[in-house]
């Protein structure tokens, strides 16, 4: 997610640190901002029964991690980069669309506002009630204002929460997750952090929250400058398991939920090819063999979310730290992306 245009461009450690040190409490507020017109947006979907979520970068991440849990409730659910629609559409008629951006002021979104939208119903979700696409579509607004720190981190945690909001107007329980915004899960990362330190590329992997490895992934790639990508955990284990080596690390997030067995097992089976794995364990499970495990204790569901997405962030950051001497000061990147 990206910042808009005008506001400044601050960077660095400091910045980032700063959102995440609010983002919990921000998070809360979003949810309870939130129900008149996650309502709304609740009542479209069950008109329709279909969702398409539109976004780019950790926007696109956010999506994924939502995606899951529309289609528990029995939605056609579907996350899209919106790059892609805009190249390769897909029809819209008939299905809620959800446009998704920190910003609100991304070149994508800019563009796609500008084209017939059909008879979809489409709606935003953005942390600044004046950008763009606030201006153009009935919108949830994240409470903040616009994220400033270089990698989004505080962005998803609220996006987390006013999708939360949807999924609770729509029957889902979300009050555990809630509970995990309000009392954030301390994890000691430090000896993930030892693990994947000679590591050159990092492949960050899950089942049910693959959402959260994708943006992991794109922020370990954006702070760190190493290489980093997501598998989902079965594509894992179709034929990229011969790139393990010592110097390709993987991070595994596993819930309380019917795929962390198979989570388990995969990061057992990286750590003996000797790779170093770590596996971020919201199961309460046991331990995979092998693995440098960080407990937070037993959460499923958007609970797990909530309760991982700060560790994740805790977990990038301080490997970046050891990568980068001035972490969040990007080189080639800005807050917002402004040309497709």
Not at 62 to 73: S, T
Not at 189 to 199: F, I, K, P
Not at 228 to 253: D, I, S, T, Y
Not at 262 to 276: D, F, K, T
Request: net charge neutral.
């Amino acid at each position: 997610m990206s910042e808009p245009a005008g506001t400044r461009e601050t960077t660095g450690r400091a910045a980032i640190e700063a959102e995440m040190a609010r983002q919990s409490r921000d998070a809360v507020q979003s949810f309870a901002d939130a129900e008149t017109q996650a309502a709304g947006i609740a009542r479209s979907i069950r008109r329709t029964g279909r969702v398409l979520m539109l976004g780019m970068g950790a926007s696109h991440a956010l999506n994924r991690m939502a995606e899951p849990f529309f289609r528990d409730l029995g939605i056609d659910a579907l996350a899209v980069p919106l790059s892609e629609q805009l190249d390769q559409p897909l029809p819209l008629a008939g299905r809620t669309v959800i446009v998704v951006s920190q910003s609100g002021e991304s070149a994508e979104v800019v563009r796609w506002l500008g084209t017939a939208r059909s008879a979809a119903e489409v709606f935003g979700l953005t942390m600044d009630p004046h950008s763009t696409l606030a201006a153009a579509l009935p919108c949830l607004i994240g409470a903040g204002g616009v994220e400033t720190g270089f990698a989004a981190t505080r962005s998803v945690l609220v996006g987390l929460a006013l999708y939360g909001r949807v999924l609770a107007a729509l029957g889902a329980d979300a009050a555990a997750m809630v509970d995990a915004l309000r009392a954030p899960v301390p994890a000691d990362t430090a000896g993930a952090v030892r693990a994947l330190s000679g590591a050159g590329c990092i492949v960050a992997s899950g089942r049910r929250l693959v959402g959260l490895a994708e943006g992991l992934a794109l922020g370990l790639t954006e702070l760190s400058r190493l290489p980093a990508f997501a598998l989902e955990g079965g594509q894992f284990r179709h034929g990229p398991m011969e790139m393990l080596a010592p110097g390709v690390g993987a991070v595994f997030f596993r819930g309380a939920d019917a795929t962390g067995e198979a989570v388990r097992r995969l990061a057992a089976a990286v750590a003996e090819a000797g790779s170093p794995a770590v596996v971020l364990d919201a199961s309460g499970g046991v331990p995979a063999a092998g693995a440098e495990t960080v407990p937070v204790g037993r959460h499923e569901g958007l609970a797990a979310l909530a309760v991982l997405v700060p560790v994740s962030q805790r977990l990038m950051l301080d490997f970046a730290a050891t990568k980068v001497a001035e972490v969040g000061r990007p080189l080639r990147s800005t807050k917002i992306t402004r040309i497709e």
